[in-house]
């Protein structure tokens, strides 16, 4: 199966070196020239090139890393001790984050970035001379992932500038949209990106999105806003496909393993390079082993970052729960002693190593999207609408099956708010380290209620992020988040 490629270079807007020398003068005057698109876009392969830079953003070494601290960090799964980035981790683990954090001014930027760039193929790819059928499918992708990039925006920051234009300029000061204009935007180009992108990777290029991802993340986005009717619905719609399954050829943490991580269960992955030394990869471990770790695949680096994972949480899993070795209780060191993690010190190895990586990275692909999450949602969806029910039951026990747990009978469940609370358990075992926990428990109405009951002082306006400070300073037309 071919792996789309990723371009890191911003391709928009071309800067070409080129140097007119009259003599042998190394001080001769140089000219500088850009290039504006219409300069190189002609064919199809320019376009596929201009395309592949859009996915950029969402495939970067750290990404599991800041997906942790911003989604888990702050909720009962993860802490992170020791290094750098542990002043930035404290903030977020104590609810004591600012509008100055760094790793929310990075993702905001990140999310533009791919805005941007998929900006450019909508405004110019249509002119260019090449097979209409592709044609229509690369401008699904754009849309899809500009769309996808405003569905992460808004779960962090809640409504943003809409920027559908690549020539929108730094001087126009694009306000916030109203919250209407956000979700309707959002949902209007799921659905229709959903109608032009095909079941399958268009020519069997794994990570471009399909016609299951944009129906998911529209799923996802309706369970965000608790539309609970569509989100059942949309999910229904993902199964219907018949393209996705539950893993269950092996242990539930065997999924992640480079034998069987282009499993069928994956619906939208960030795709992490074959290739050592290019930039790419999953730095997620070398954040999380301990000092005198033994590694399968040597040599590794570790960082003095540790992320951890809380005790508590552990206690959510049954004794044969096969989703718990995907964690790190004792390790054999160097020196042949045998290291016991205690209290709060375990770690989370979901992402294995690989023998294909570097020093620091794997090719851990990052999971945005699971067929485990579309089955979880509807059950959740469908108990909102029609209080305890078989079929949602019978959506959480196809799950609990491919992770070796007991299943359940209606009648286990004392009322829809047992069920409930089941449910938002049963995704901590089955997503931790995927950054999701964040999202769960505000749709729970527990993010805050869960940050006091572990001592935090909570305000109930950190459901949301604050705009970032330097953009707020860059533009004068963004109002800040309430509270901040």
Known sequence: MKII???YTLLPILVLF????????????????????????????????????????LRYSDITRDAITINEVNTDIHIERNGGIFAANELMEEFIWTSSHSYLQSSWERRYRTIFNANVVLDNVPAVDMDES?????LAEARFLRAFSYYLLFDLFGPVPLITSSETAVTDRPARASEEEMIAFIESELVHVSSVLPVTPPRDEYGRPTKGAALGILAKFYMMNK????????????????????????????LFSPEHQRDNEFIFVSVMSDTPNDNTGNGWLSHVVPRGYQWQ?????IFAAEFKIRSEFLELFEAEDERLDAFLFEFVNEEGET?????????????PEYPNQDISRASDDFPYLRYADILLSRAEALNELNGLNQASVDLLNMVREAAGVGTFVIGDFAS????????????????????????????????????IERGKSADDFRVRFPIPQTEIERNPSLTQNDGY
């Open 5 to 7: 490629k990723t371009y």
């Open 18 to 57: 080129l140097a007119f020398t009259a003599c042998d003068d190394a001080l001769d005057e140089k000219t500088f020239t850009t290039l504006s698109p219409d300069d190189f876009l002609t064919n199809g392969e320019d376009v596929e090139v201009l395309l592949n830079s859009v996915y950029g953003e």
């Open 134 to 138: 592709r044609k229509e499918e690369v």
């Open 227 to 254: 539309k609970w009717q569509e989100a059942a619905d949309t999910s229904l719609e993902v199964m219907d496909l018949g393209v996705y399954d539950l893993f269950v050829d092996g242990n539930r943490t065997e």
């Open 297 to 301: 695949y040597p040599p590794r680096a």
């Open 339 to 351: 290291i016991i993690l205690g209290e709060d010190d375990a770690r989370s190895l979901k992402f």
């Open 416 to 451: 829809e708010e047992d069920f409930s609370d089941f449910i938002l358990d049963e995704r901590g075992r089955e997503f931790h380290t995927e950054g999701l926990r964040r999202q769960d428990l505000i749709r729970h109405d527990k993010f805050i209620e869960s940050a």
